[in-house]
């Protein structure tokens, strides 16, 4: 009996103490001092930005930059949470607040700054072109029954249910329509062809990721209220062991600077038009 015991216990053992290695939180491994790990918001990637402001830094630093993700918020956040980055930038957002309130992120600032926009028929029956009102643009349009679409984007969703508010409006009726827009360079063709009006950026019809449409044109522009900021934050060392913190500290700080946020002012990428895609955040240079 005795040994028939042992010989149970023998053989439960592993199993047990196995298993309960498997609850303990697995850490990024060590990586490379030089390199800083960064998950990045997708749209300074098409814009061609994140390539710009890096090659600067890695030339006044001797740090290397590698993008782990580029991707949007919902995609990013999973993979910062599990250690994986050095470094985080996106929009801001109840998204990133959980990550500082997890303990997964610290130092959380704002560094950039992108405007939203009202695009819309050039027929324009809502009478909304040239204001630089959105809450005003949200009563015109709910007046005139135009028709509305609450674009899926999360940002834009986020802004528009802003402005609804502010305007004291909550839209219903035939005139606001689901979004059943398929992804994709058409999306602002699909748009024209229900004669609708959308919140979202400028960005993705001026560097090329959605095609312009003669039918529709930015009508709403210039709202300070429209205007979604970028935040950086580097991940946690105590939450998350091995991670690269000096790195990220060193482009946190990178991005923040005076340097960053004036040459932000003159980088207009693929439009070349000299509007920048991006506004620095700090008021002293805060563009109008």
Not at 27 to 43: N, T
Not at 72 to 88: I, M, Q, S, Y
Not at 109 to 135: C, E, F, M, Q, Y
Not at 198 to 220: C, H, N, Q, S, Y
Request: with cysteine.
């Amino acid at each position: 009996m005795k040994f028939r015991n042992a010989l149970l216990a023998a053989l439960v053992a592993p199993v047990v103490f196995g298993c309960a290695t498997t609850d303990k939180p697995e850490y990024a491994e060590a990586k490379d001092p030089k390199v800083v790990r960064v998950a990045l918001i997708g749209g300074m990637s098409y814009a061609g930005l994140w390539p710009e402001v890096t090659s600067r830094f890695e030339a006044k630093t001797g740090y290397k930059v590698k993008t782990i993700k580029s991707s949007v918020r919902t995609k990013l956040a999973p993979l910062f949470r599990e250690g994986k980055a050095d470094l985080l930038t996106m929009h801001s957002g109840d998204i990133t607040t959980d990550l500082v309130a997890d303990g997964h992120g610290i130092n959380m600032h704002p560094w950039t700054r992108n405007d939203i926009v009202v695009w819309g028929p050039k027929s324009d029956p809502a009478n909304i072109r040239g204001l630089t009102d959105g809450a005003e643009a949200m009563r015109r349009i709910a007046e005139s029954q135009s028709n509305w679409i609450d674009f899926r984007g999360i940002g834009p969703r986020e802004l528009g249910h802003s402005l609804w508010k502010k305007a004291g409006i909550k839209p219903m009726g035939d005139w606001v329509l689901k979004d059943d827009l398929k992804k994709g360079p058409n999306l602002l063709s699909q748009v024209a062809d229900k004669q609708a009006y959308i919140i979202t950026g400028r960005m993705p019809v001026f560097v090329g990721k959605w095609k312009a449409d003669p039918r529709m044109e930015i009508l709403v522009d210039k709202d300070p209220t429209m205007r979604r900021p970028y935040i950086v934050m580097e991940a946690n060392p105590i939450r998350h062991p091995g991670v690269n913190y000096e790195g990220a500290k060193a482009l946190s700080e990178f991005l923040r600077s005076d340097e960053i946020q004036q040459f932000l002012l003159t980088f207009d990428g693929k439009v070349n038009d000299g509007t920048p895609l991006f506004y620095p955040v700090w008021p002293t240079l805060a563009v109008n």
